[in-house]
């Protein structure tokens, strides 16, 4: 031993018998390791390769799952149903207070429009069902009246009764509808003092439109709620 340095201590060489036994051991134990650590090694390189494409590791767990574009994720997705104003709107003619009455109602609301087939211009409507009904002017004045001009057939129609509002129904003195666009127009040629002047009625899929025949005072009904609208707020709901 080195000067001043304590002796090593002794030295017990492994008997030959037990020397094959712990090398065979020590060998198994590492080939286990290698296997585990490179089985890891493997999965944390799968795992970051799905998280830089922008998705997390597969759990095993459901089905693929699509983007829904409404900030989830479904297993399927549903397209929306288009609506048509067809779709909503139900007409029926029958006897009325003042002669025969072309009704047409909208399903969704209950909202009636009543036309005197016979004249042009003019027409009664209720916004919605069990509301007011109103009478309008070929100008876009609007009266209240006690009952609807032809009840029977607005009760018809509520209960199901008439047949879909389609582009070429006839409607009486109206004409016959006419698709611009999303809408169903009737477009009237009325007589004023100032000459022949057009109103029109717009039947759409949230209530209808009416364009009086000077176009000072317009009538909108959408969703069940009534206002008096300009003529550039009604061209621009028309576009």
Request: with cysteine.
């Amino acid at each position: 031993p080195a000067p001043g340095l304590p002796p090593p201590p002794p030295s017990f060489p492994l008997a030959s018998h037990h020397r094959p036994v712990l090398l065979a051991s020590l060998a198994s134990m590492s080939e286990a390791q290698m296997k585990f650590l490179e089985e890891r090694r493997r999965q944390r390189a799968s795992e970051s390769q799905q998280t830089s494409n922008g998705s997390a590791p597969d759990d095993g767990a459901g089905q693929p799952q699509r983007y829904t574009g409404y900030g989830s994720f479904g297993a399927q997705e549903e397209a929306l149903p288009v609506v048509k104003t067809e779709d909503v709107w139900r007409w029926k003619s029958g006897e009325g207070r003042l002669g025969t009455y072309f009704v047409a109602h909208h399903q969704p609301t209950g909202a009636t429009v009543e036309l005197l087939q016979d004249m042009v211009g003019g027409f009664s409507f209720q916004r919605v069902r069990g509301s007011q009904i109103k009478y309008c002017t070929p100008l876009g004045s609007i009266q209240d009246e006690d009952s609807p001009f032809a009840p029977a057939v607005m009760q018809s129609l509520a209960n199901g009764g008439g047949a879909k509002l389609v582009a070429g129904t006839d409607t009486g003195a109206w004409g016959k509808l006419k698709e611009a666009k999303h809408n169903l127009v009737l477009n009237a040629k009325v007589q004023e003092r100032s000459g022949e002047e057009s109103a029109e009625l717009h039947f759409t899929v949230d209530g209808f439109i009416f364009k009086s025949a000077s176009g000072a005072k317009n009538v909108l009904v959408k969703q069940g709620e009534f206002s008096v609208i300009n003529l550039d707020e009604f061209h621009r709901l028309i576009r």
